[in-house]
């Protein structure tokens, strides 16, 4: 056999994918592993896609997306990320992923390197092998809500340093980065030289203070900023993203996408256009479940006398399992959990080094399971040993 890509073929899975694989389509489990949301996706977005299967004809459409969406995200652009953008320079994408596949393959050559959070979503890990480039931490603070520390950004850069990937609100630490860190990080990306690639997906999602898009510090074209209907609209399963770009990156994300996906099928961009030009209440309706869900954590958390930190954003929440003095494995203890306790959360290895001894909780869950799923880890992390 011919050798294959070796960036690819020496991928390790990613331990959350393995806890997930372990409790898939289990019943008897409280599922608190992935970032899912336990709503439905509100009625008038199913209807549009009905109607479009039924009315309109199926077939290729353009690699950026159809107009009418493109005009409808270029409208949501300016409402939720409060920066303008013509239509020409949104593509749209299978999902947020779609979006972040695209860009690192449009920024990057092979053996480039790219600055990533840690810990950050653990869906990267495998976009930079597609890519061929190198991945290189960054730490985001635990003792200050997980948000990132910029000296320590300056001494890991390195001189293939190529993107800086942000993550706000985060993904797992649910930090919200103030609007001067993220004028403090656009402009080391200005200085170093470096693209911005702003992974935008939980923007609708911010429970103190106010989310502030990387495009508004953007002076030189050099912000890439992805959304997806997923998460604000729960649309998971239906894989609708983009990414609005400057003016001349647009047509060559246009090709990546179209190279992957050649277009969204008509019917999924009628049911974001749905979702983005329809009432937005649902939007707030399920942002405030998410929070009060956070605030039923804290609480539980607090009467265990554990008060790290408390997540402002997104929907997941760090839970430490072990103090630092303690050697801790986060993926025995994920297993440990199901098997004793038949509780499945994320282990903290899958986000990075800097949260080995964490496992995260997503808080898109009902709130009966959350509240069984912590008291449950609570107690087999008291005195948990990984063998
Ligand atoms: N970015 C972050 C930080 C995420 O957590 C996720 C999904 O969990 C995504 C991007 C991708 O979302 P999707 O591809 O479903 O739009």
Not at 73 to 86: D, G, L, P, T, Y
Not at 89 to 98: D, F, K, M, N, S
Not at 190 to 216: I, M, N, P, Q
Not at 243 to 270: E, H, I, K, S
Request: glycine content about 8%; aromatic content about 8%.
């Amino acid at each position: 056999m011919p050798n294959v890509n070796p960036s690819i073929a020496s991928q390790r899975a990613n331990p959350a994918f393995h806890i997930g694989a372990l409790v898939h389509g289990r019943t008897d489990v409280i599922h608190l592993e992935f970032g899912e949301p336990d709503f439905a996706t509100p009625a008038h977005i199913v209807e549009a896609a009905q109607r479009s299967i039924r009315d309109e004809r199926q077939g290729y459409g353009p690699g950026n997306g159809m107009l009418w969406l493109r005009e409808a995200i270029a409208a949501r652009v300016a409402r939720v990320n409060r920066f303008s953008v013509k239509p020409d320079q949104i593509v749209v994408t299978a999902g947020g992923t779609g979006a972040l596949m695209s860009s690192l393959l449009c920024l990057c050559e092979p053996g480039d390197d790219v600055l990533v959070p840690d810990p950050a979503w653990a869906g990267y890990d495998a976009m930079l092998a597609n890519a061929g480039v190198r991945k290189v931490y960054y730490p985001l603070r635990p003792d200050n809500g997980w948000l990132p520390d910029l000296e320590a950004l300056e001494r890991v850069l390195t001189s293939r340093s190529r993107v800086l990937i942000l993550n706000s609100p985060s993904n797992p630490g649910g930090g919200v980065f103030p609007r001067e860190t993220i004028a403090q990080l656009m402009e080391f990306a200005r200085k170093h030289d470096v693209w911005v690639l702003a992974d935008e997906c939980y923007d609708e999602f911010v429970y103190e203070g106010e989310h502030t898009s990387a495009a508004l510090f953007d002076t030189d074209s050099r912000v890439l900023t992805v959304g997806t209907c997923s998460k604000a609209y729960a649309m998971t399963g239906w894989r609708v993203g983009w990414v609005a770009a400057p003016p001349a990156l647009a047509p060559l994300l246009a090709l990546a996408t179209a190279a992957q996906v050649n277009n969204l099928p008509l019917f999924v961009q009628r049911a974001a256009d749905a979702a983005l030009r329809g009432p937005q209440d649902c939007v707030r309706e399920m942002a405030a479940a998410y929070r009060s869900r956070r605030d039923l954590a804290m609480q539980l958390l607090r009467r265990h006398g554990i008060d790290e930190y408390e997540p402002h954003g997104a929907f997941y929440l760090l839970i430490r399992i072990s103090q630092e003095t303690t050697p801790c494995d986060s993926v025995a203890f994920a297993e440990a959990l199901i098997r004793e306790r038949a509780i499945a959360v994320s282990p903290g290895a899958a986000f990075g080094p800097g949260t080995a001894a964490y496992v995260r909780v997503s808080l898109a869950s009902d709130p009966a399971a959350l509240h069984a799923g912590i008291e449950g880890l609570l107690a087999l992390s008291n005195g948990f040993v990984a063998s």
